[in-house]
């Protein structure tokens, strides 16, 4: 989800957040699903970490940042650090709840900014008006 709306990195941090978002959703409904599969091993995404990565490296201001944004690697990566079960199965489904009720938490918060930030936009576009 692009969200360059004049150059604002809020929208573009945004955007991404929401794709990750998104994504994580899925990938932990993935998991939630395969947790009875043998040999599974649960998918997570690290969006967190990789947007801290990207602001320390100097890539944090402006169009650096929003250069960086779209290096981000927004994918599903395999733990394979988790103890496994006998049955080679490493998902905990307490645990993919919780991470997926945060996750709707986040996705909620963001989406809450977007709206106040157009809504903001709206206004200022429709008083210039006058």
């Given at each position: 989800?692009?969200?360059?709306v004049?150059?604002?990195t809020?929208?573009?941090?945004l955007g991404?957040?929401?794709?990750?978002y998104?994504?994580r959703h899925r990938?932990?409904a993935?998991?939630?699903?395969?947790?009875?599969?043998?040999?599974?091993?649960?998918?997570?995404?690290?969006?967190?970490?990789e947007?801290?990565?990207?602001i320390?490296?100097g890539?944090?201001?402006?169009?650096?940042?929003?250069e960086?944004?779209?290096?981000?690697?927004?994918s599903?990566?395999?733990d394979?650090l988790?103890?496994?079960r006998?049955d080679?199965?490493n998902?905990?489904?307490?645990?993919?709840?919780?991470?997926m009720?945060?996750?709707?938490?986040?996705?909620a918060?963001?989406?809450?900014?977007v709206?106040?930030k157009?809504?903001?936009?709206r206004?200022v576009?429709s008083e210039?008006?006058?």
């Amino acid at each position: 989800m692009t969200l360059d709306v004049f150059g604002d990195t809020t929208f573009a941090v945004l955007g991404k957040a929401l794709d990750a978002y998104s994504l994580r959703h899925r990938v932990s409904a993935n998991n939630i699903a395969n947790a009875s599969t043998p040999g599974f091993k649960r998918s997570y995404v690290s969006f967190e970490e990789e947007l801290g990565e990207v602001i320390r490296d100097g890539r944090g201001g402006g169009d650096r940042l929003l250069e960086g944004l779209e290096e981000l690697d927004l994918s599903a990566k395999v733990d394979h650090l988790t103890e496994s079960r006998e049955d080679g199965n490493n998902v905990d489904m307490e645990q993919e709840i919780a991470e997926m009720s945060k996750n709707n938490i986040r996705y909620a918060g963001a989406s809450s900014i977007v709206k106040k930030k157009v809504e903001m936009y709206r206004y200022v576009i429709s008083e210039g008006r006058r």
